[in-house]
């Protein structure tokens, strides 16, 4: 029997990334947004699946590609939009941009350009938690979102080794949309078998190919509860796919490197779409106008925010 | 946009290209000469080919010898390392200059050193092929330049050409060098064009590249500050200011003869780095002309003054950025300060458009 508030939720986490996100490639040839921009559209079941089970108070941590979980997470979207514009109220008062949303109110814990580089710091700020939870006896955790490529980076392995010899509490999310930029993981990898290679770190791991948020959101469940728990850190695989370029807002489908089949197998099993269709009429309605109300108060809030000053260059360069 | 200042030599066959183009000329001028060079990295053979400079060179060239790796920069590194020491004359690139970071263990600690440790047993005959980001809010970590951190290095070569014909002359230089040597590009470059012959050429290393002579202002700018050096060099026409243009094309080992020289002959001498001042190639273009002009210049002393990035991590808003830099009129007001002592009144001269940036949009 469907969980009808599960599937609204899903459906409302999911529809807010693709509609901000299709607001940025509406305005971005506007120059307003002067920024490189990652989109996650496609990929937004990932992000809404695995922070639905999480809690306020947990983290996540995130990659360049990062509306999509700071919006998950329940990021303040006034702040986001004002970042993409470069305005003094953003979430970093204009001085990160799209690449580096941080939110820490909200538990987003920020994102690096440098691929695989904040699985480290993450599981640093999972290893202080753990201590917390010594003192406090609550267990907060930390997710660690990361693409297929930063798999390959030595720092994945070395994080992993370290959060499994010091049973952290941190879960390794693996967004594996099969693209590195434009280079295919089979041009990367001699084989797929990615969750094994991390198996033999002794910590559990799951996979989820199917594409289907609700399949996303129960297997995440079941680790989660085992990383709240303190026995240590788990790692998940999750297939997905991007519909928009690399970087930048348009679409790149007529591009060479791109597997049309692939594509169009994803498209056709889009979770937006095949939610929407899972609710009734009204509460679609009532959701699209939520959305769009959020979207364009974003959007004012950006546009009325003002610039940074020169002042402002030199801020925060030091703490003190 | 360069054309003009760059003379060459009798260079027959002559075509304006782009750096990129330049870069790619030389690469597979080289790579079909020495069947020991090989080119990879990352993207390296997309369809896209880092910003067109490798664009095709593995159909042309194959796969075994053009060839793109996982996200694995480190031991990457040290692959080309070990490849190098075999024989072989690796062309490691990487899109941006901020990833080099990760290999830094295996350049400062294997590659630098493995000739000097093995008493001149094993060559490292490497190129690095580095790009600085900037503009359509890279951010912090995508707007570094990072050269004096490989200049501190001893055993590191190191180069940023400023224009297709350096590019291409002097990455030849590069990979025919027998030491690690790190090419630095710029995002903005790839796009400029001037003369470049279609010869094989190559230039020397550690060798100065005077743009316009003049008699009142030394200008020393690396890599995209002297695009930006060259236009402040037209707004100083303007005002009857005659400022020399200096590219040390090579900044280490670097012509310190040739800035030396100029320094003498206008007395003034400012340095305009693409980085940041602390510590950098600045500090030690002062320090030197201090040790080499120890009496000052006509019983004076030095008079030199130096520009660069703010001393803060790049901002992304272009509000910010544009302090963040400095450009031809900041450049331009500070000259004529050292020239006359006076503010320069610019709002009645005319300014060409930097297209470079003004144009760019990203994505990359
Ligand atoms: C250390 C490092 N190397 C290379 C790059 C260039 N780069 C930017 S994004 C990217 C692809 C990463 O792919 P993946 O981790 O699968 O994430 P996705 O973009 O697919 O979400 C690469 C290679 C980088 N940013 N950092």
């Known amino acids: 029997m469907q969980n009808i508030d599960l599937t609204k939720r899903l459906y409302r986490s999911m529809l807010l990334i693709r509609e901000i996100e299709e607001y940025i490639v509406k305005v971005y ?105 010594k003192k406090t006896g609550k267990q907060r955790v930390v997710v660690a979102f990361f693409g297929d490529g930063a798999t390959e980076e030595g720092c994945f392995s070395e994080s992993i080794n370290f959060a499994a010899l010091h049973n952290l509490p941190i879960l390794y999310v693996c967004e594996n949309n099969g693209l590195a930029i434009h280079n295919p993981i089979q041009n990367r990898w001699p084989t797929d078998r990615i969750v094994e290679r991390v198996g033999t770190y002794g910590i559990i791991t799951d996979q989820v190919k199917s594409g289907d948020v609700f399949e996303m959101r129960d297997r995440t469940q079941k680790l989660m509860n085992f990383v709240r728990s303190g026995k240590g850190p788990a790692f998940i695989e999750i297939d997905t796919y991007r519909y928009k370029q690399h970087v930048g807002p348009a679409d790149d489908l007529n591009e060479i490197y791109r597997d049309l089949t692939e594509y169009n197998k994803w498209y056709q099993n889009d979770q937006v779409d095949r939610l929407e269709k899972m609710l009734p009429e009204e509460d679609v309605v009532a959701i699209k106008n939520e959305v769009q109300a959020l979207v364009n108060e974003a959007q004012q809030f950006a546009e009325k925010s003002e610039f940074p000053k020169f002042n402002d260059l030199y801020s925060n360069v030091y703490a003190s | 946009m360069l054309a003009e200042n760059v003379i060459e030599e009798e260079k027959t066959n002559l075509r304006e290209i782009t750096y990129a183009e330049a870069i790619r000329e030389a690469t597979l001028q080289e790579m079909k000469r020495d069947e020991r060079v090989f080119l990879f990295g990352l993207d390296v053979d997309d369809h896209l080919g880092i910003q067109g400079s490798t ?73 690095i092929r580095t790009m600085i980001g900037r503009s359509w809010g890279q951010g912090a970590q995508h707007s570094q330049a990072l050269h004096s951190l490989f200049m501190h290095i001893p055993g590191l070569k190191v180069i940023a050409p400023s224009n297709p014909h350096d590019a291409k002359g002097m990455l030849i230089a590069a990979i025919r060098d027998e030491n690690p040597v790190i090419f630095i590009e710029h995002r903005l470059l790839y796009n400029t064009k001037n003369y470049v012959s279609s010869d094989y050429y190559s230039l020397e290393i550690g060798k100065a590249r005077t743009f316009t002579e003049g008699k009142d202002v030394t200008i020393l700018a690396v890599s995209h500050m002297v695009i930006e050096a060259l236009r402040t060099q037209k707004l100083l026409e303007q005002v009857g200011i005659s400022a020399e243009i200096i590219d040390p094309v090579t900044l280490y080992p670097m012509d310190y003869e040739t800035v030396s020289e100029s320094f003498k002959k206008t007395k003034r001498l400012l340095i305009v780095d693409n980085a940041w001042l602390t510590c950098g190639l600045s500090s030690e273009v002062m320090a030197k002309m201090i040790e080499m002009l120890p009496e ?17 991590p790049c901002p992304t808003t272009r509000e910010l950025e544009d302090y963040f830099y400095p450009n031809a009129v900041t450049i331009a007001e500070q000259a004529y300060q050292m020239v006359t002592g006076n503010k320069l009144d610019v709002s009645k001269l005319s300014l060409e458009d930097a297209k470079e940036i003004s144009t760019f949009k990203g994505p990359f």
């Not at chain 1, 970042?83 to 941009?97: H, M, N, S, T, W």
């Not at chain 2, 030095?302 to 703010?310: D, E, Q, S």
């Open chain 1, 29 to 133: 040839f506007t120059d307003v947004i002067k920024s490189p921009v990652h989109l996650s559209i496609g990929q937004e079941a990932v992000a809404s699946a695995v922070c639905d089970v999480m809690n306020h108070d947990d983290l996540v941590s995130n990659t360049y590609r990062c509306h999509a979980t700071y919006i998950a997470k329940g990021g303040n979207l006034n702040e986001m939009m004002a970042e993409l514009y470069g305005k003094k109220d953003g979430c970093a008062g204009g001085k990160a941009g799209s690449m580096h949303l941080i939110d820490i109110k909200n538990g987003v814990l920020g994102a690096s350009a440098v691929v695989g580089t904040t699985i480290p710091v993450a599981t640093g700020y999972a290893f202080a938690l753990k201590q917390e939870a």
């Open chain 2, 55 to 127: 664009i095709g060179l593995n159909k042309e060239l194959g796969s075994d010898r053009v060839f793109g790796t996982p996200l694995s920069e480190d031991a990457m590194t040290g692959v080309a390392i070990g490849a190098a020491m075999a024989g072989l004359r690796p062309i490691h690139v990487h899109i941006r200059m901020d990833f080099v970071l990760l290999a830094m263990n295996q350049l400062v600690n294997i590659a630098a050193k493995a000739h000097y440790m093995y008493e001149g047993q094993v060559r490292v005959p490497l190129v």
């Open chain 2, 296 to 312: 000052g210049i006509d019983g004076k002393p030095l008079n030199m003054k130096r520009m660069g990035f703010a001393h803060t």
